[in-house]
């Protein structure tokens, strides 16, 4: 366990490293960050000032050294609009975001394991081929086009749920959450499906794919002529070994639903960090482009790292130093 946790330590520290050499690298072309923090009244001598000050005209190594340096004490520079830690304001709404993550993993779960486990189980039944037709479908819609057209049927014509905001929240220990009211869950309806449209697809034939596998497996095999019930074969059998592979895609696209609510927050104008980051880039706020960036990665790289221990721990065959046993 101590040796596999130092070695997933140690690539997590180089894959860091190259998500901040890349985000750090890509500031230089998005655009002058003065135009957008003064005004066209500022001479090109008080902005050559500014950059000094700012630090701006420094060779990239000064810059990149310096960057570093502050970020392992959890410095990530300062945002040029809001004139915080780049840090807090991300904090700030990531509250939003993970709560738009997490509503869209409740409705993945509901529905990806049963139609999923169901269409294994009946694989010639007119129900399974809707719902793989329904998956391809899925798969084929951009998550920007299935957010617009929850919105239009739903909160245009039907007018049964709010279209844009995060409504009325509560804040519980410090955390503002949409949870507790009915105005915050009525706002989280759309935006919640919209971003569980992307993944819900992939999920239930990942699950079909992996419950048919293990249907066909000898021990499932075994079970059935000991004459057990089948209920209890499918179930208690066949679903617990379904879920290992589907654990190990599941944590990955967590990192990945982050990600994506870039585009369920521009439609749905839903106060989180992928809102944040796009607003970002429009005022060339660099400290905060990085950020997000880093942030994102880190996201992505504590997963992994979860998933892989989570996996050891649950499946008895696989030792936790990542060799098969």
């Known amino acids: 366990m101590f040796t596999f946790l130092v070695q997933r330590l140690f690539q997590a520290l180089i894959v860091m490293f190259v998500i901040s050499l890349v985000a750090f690298s890509i500031q230089d072309n998005l655009g002058d960050p003065l135009r957008e923090m003064v005004g066209q009244s500022v001479s090109d001598a008080e902005r050559q000032v500014l950059r000094d000050e700012l630090g701006l005209n420094d060779p990239y190594i000064t810059k990149y050294t310096r960057f570093i340096s502050n970020a392992v004490q959890g410095d990530l520079g300062d945002s040029y609009f809001f004139k915080r830690p780049a840090v807090d304001v991300i904090l700030e709404k990531l509250e939003a975001t993970i709560e738009l993550v997490f509503g869209a993993s409740i409705i ?131 679903l617990k070994n379904t879920m290992l592979p589907v654990l190990t895609v599941g944590g990955v696209q967590i990192g990945t639903m982050i990600a994506y609510t870039i585009l369920t927050e521009t439609v749905f104008q839903w106060p989180g960090t992928g809102f944040l980051f796009l607003e970002a880039i429009n005022r060339v706020d660099t400290p905060l482009i990085t950020a997000y960036v880093i942030f994102v990665g880190l996201i992505f790289v504590v997963t992994n790292t979860v998933v892989d221990l989570l996996y050891g721990v649950i499946n008895p065959t696989v030792k936790i130093t990542g060799k098969g046993a």
């Open 108 to 238: 993945i779960i509901l529905i990806s394991i049963p139609l999923g486990v169901f269409s294994a189980i009946h694989p010639k039944s007119i129900w399974t081929k809707a719902i793989m037709a329904f998956s391809s479908i899925g798969i084929s819609i951009p998550v920007f086009l299935t957010a617009i057209i929850l919105m239009y049927v739903f909160a245009i014509e039907l007018q049964w749920l709010p279209s844009y905001g995060r409504g009325e929240t509560l804040n519980v220990l410090g955390w503002e959450t949409g949870y507790l009211t009915k105005d915050g869950l009525l706002h989280l309806v759309l935006p919640c499906i919209s971003l569980a449209s992307i993944m819900l697809p992939l999920f239930i034939r990942l699950v079909r794919s992996e419950m048919l596998e293990a249907l066909s497996s000898e021990y499932v095999k075994f079970a059935t002529a000991k004459g057990l019930v089948m209920k209890k074969v499918y179930y208690q059998h066949a």
